[in-house]
Every structure is written in C-alpha cells, then in structure tokens.
C-alpha cells in the first residue's frame, strides 16, 4: 500500500506526482478536499466546463454515467413518463436456426417493447345501447319497428288465402266424404221403410214426391238403392236415393205399365253417388227393380255417353239414340258427367226381360 505523501516531497505542483483535489463545484458526496486522496499515477485531463441545468441543476459531466435519480431530474415534469410495468429484464436467448427463426424473434421483441410503451390501448367505446337514444333516435328507432303498409297488406292477403284453403279442405272433405255417409245412412233409412211398409201390405192409392216406393239392384256394380217419386235434389238425390221422373213434361212410365220407358236419375259423385260406375255397364247386365207386387229385371242394351241436360228426348217413351224403335217397357238411367260436375247427362237404356211375382221369389239374376 502506498503511503500518502506531504505535497512538498510530492514534487509540488509542478511535478507529475501530485494529489487530485476536487474542484469547488464537485457532485454532492463526493469526498472533501481535506481527505486523503489516492495518488493517481497520470495527470487527470482537464474537465470541461460545467453547464448549469436550466431547472436549477448542474448538468452531469459526460465522463460520468447518469444515474436515474439525475435521469428523472433532468427532464421537465410535463415530459415524465407515465409509470408503467417494468420491462422484463431476463435476457432474451438468441435465435436460433434460419432466418425465419430470427424473424420470428424480432417480431416478438418488437410485440413486448411496444407492450411496455407510455401509451395504453384506447379503452373500448361505450355499447350504443348502454346511453339514453336521442329523441331523433328515438323516433327513427319507432319507425322503424312500425310495419310498413305494403308489410301489413301482405299479411293480411296471406291469411285470407290460408283460410280459404281451409275453407276449401273443409269443403272437400264434406262433399267427398261426409255426404256419402249421411246419404248412406239415410238410404238405408228409407229401404227399410219401403220393406216394413210392404211387409204391412199398405197400399198407396197415390205416391208422393220424395216417398220410396221400390228397390233398385245393379249386381255388377253392387248397387242396392231406394227409387222415390220424383227427382227433388233435396228431398231425394241428396238423400242418396234414385228419383222417378214423374212430373209434368218429364213424366214417364212406372215399372208396372204395360208399355212405356221408366226412366229415374241418380247422382254419379257425393251424396251416396249410386250410378257412379254406370259407364261401366256392358249390353246384356241385369238391372232390377222390386216393387210391392214384383221384380222387374231390365238388360241393358246401350249407353250414350254424353248429352246435354236439355236433351228430354231419351227419357220419350221411344228414346231417341237408343236404337228403339217401337214402344216397349224400357228403363233410362240418366246421371251427371263428367264426374264431379254436372255440365253433360250420361245416358244407359234397357229393356224389360222378366216380370216375376214377390211370391215366387227372386229372379236369377239376384239369386246368383
């Protein structure tokens, strides 16, 4: 260790050899002048002159590294930094591998610097919905939900379409189903009353329209079906009965006459529909016809298959079109076509074959 040495067997001031001595304007803690200082073994080099901070203070020298508290100090208060996070200070590996590798790296170095930034990230608008609507909002907003009148009009023309779709199926389904069920029924009402009354023996001076008084068969068709005075829709085809033309102009022959055409009318679809396959009756078929007294069994002969509704000349006693061409007990069936729809008549003619009594039983005809 080298001993301090007084100034005059250090050489003096003129010798290389001599004691550094802190200048007047030496940093706050430095050591003093009057203690003991190491000898330095070169003359120090002269330091510049010290610049006076404008805030007061005496600016670093720049052989010295600036502390952080002289860092702070230094800079004015309006160009601080705001506080933030510590920068991590765990040293970052260097990349390793190719160029995407490094790549790679530097972007993620860039991401964290600017993390530790003085600028924060913008906070998030407020949602519209979280502040009162303005009165023009508010009244954009109802008009908006308010239909428009082409929007309500649409509605409205859809929902009187659905419900006359519903009315139609409704419709349908009674014509096609219902009233074959209910003319079922009362057919079958009106047979049994024409059996219990011969089984009474009441005899009719007169019948009445829309009263049973005879029971038609068509074996190839499987048809049984009550015959009343008269052709009234309501009071008879609806009920699923055949009628009697009998009235005015239209009157023709009952079964029991001795010579004319009997001819009767029935509907092809709905209402218990009885002739609604007498288009696929063939020369030769049976068509009977029980009465109180006898049965009565027609072949049928031909068929016109369509014909104006004001064309009365096929129910003549000599039909026209018939191929009859003499008086004789023949039998008309005439009936709507084409199906569902009244526009035409369907014509089917015969002729008498056999008159057998009830007492002697059925004729062939039914008994096969």
């Not at 001031?13 to 803690?29: I, K, L, M, V, Y």
């Amino acid at each position: 260790m080298t001993a301090v040495r007084p100034e005059h067997e250090a050489g003096g001031h003129g010798s290389p050899w001599f004691r550094a001595t802190n200048p007047p304007d030496t940093e706050p803690g430095a050591p003093q002048s009057g203690a003991p200082q190491p000898v330095n073994a070169y003359p120090a080099p002269p330091r510049p002159a010290t610049a006076h901070s404008p805030y007061g203070r005496q600016a670093p020298d720049e052989t010295m590294p600036l502390r952080a508290e002289d860092t702070r100090s230094a800079l004015p208060e309006s160009g601080r930094p705001e506080p933030g996070p510590e920068p991590s200070r765990e040293p970052t590996p260097p990349p390793t591998g190719g160029r995407a590798e490094r790549r790679k790296a530097a972007k993620a170095r860039g991401r964290r610097r600017a993390g530790t930034g003085k600028h924060k990230p913008a906070a998030p608008a407020p949602a519209a919905s979280d502040r009162p609507l303005t009165r023009v909002e508010a009244r954009r907003a109802a008009r908006a939900r308010k239909e428009s009148v082409g929007v309500v009009a649409s509605r409205v023309v859809g929902e009187l379409f659905i419900t006359f779709g519903l009315v139609m199926l409704l419709f349908v389904t009674y014509q096609l189903w219902w009233t074959n069920i209910r003319a079922g029924l009362e057919a079958d009402e009106a047979k049994k009353g024409i059996e219990d009354a011969w089984a009474e023996g009441r005899k009719p001076d007169a019948f009445e329209p829309g009263q049973g008084f005879a029971i038609m068969y068509i074996p190839k068709l499987d048809v049984v079906v009550p015959i009343a005075e008269g052709i009234d829709k309501e009071k008879v085809l609806d009920r699923g009965m055949v009628g009697h033309y009998a009235e005015g102009a239209l009157k023709t022959a009952m079964p029991s006459d001795k010579q004319g055409n009997f001819a009767v009318a029935g509907h092809r679809n709905t209402h218990g529909e009885p002739f609604r396959y007498v288009n696929r009756l063939t020369q030769g078929d049976p068509i009977v016809v029980e009465t109180q007294d006898a049965y009565y069994t027609y072949e049928m002969t031909g068929i016109l298959p369509q014909t104006p509704p004001s064309n009365v000349s096929v129910i003549q006693p000599v039909p026209e079109g018939s191929g009859f061409t003499r008086p004789g007990r023949y039998i008309t069936l005439t009936t709507c076509t084409p199906e569902f729809t009244s526009t035409y008549r369907m014509i089917v003619w015969g002729k008498m074959v056999d008159e057998r009594p009830r007492s002697k039983g059925k004729p062939d005809a039914l008994v096969g």
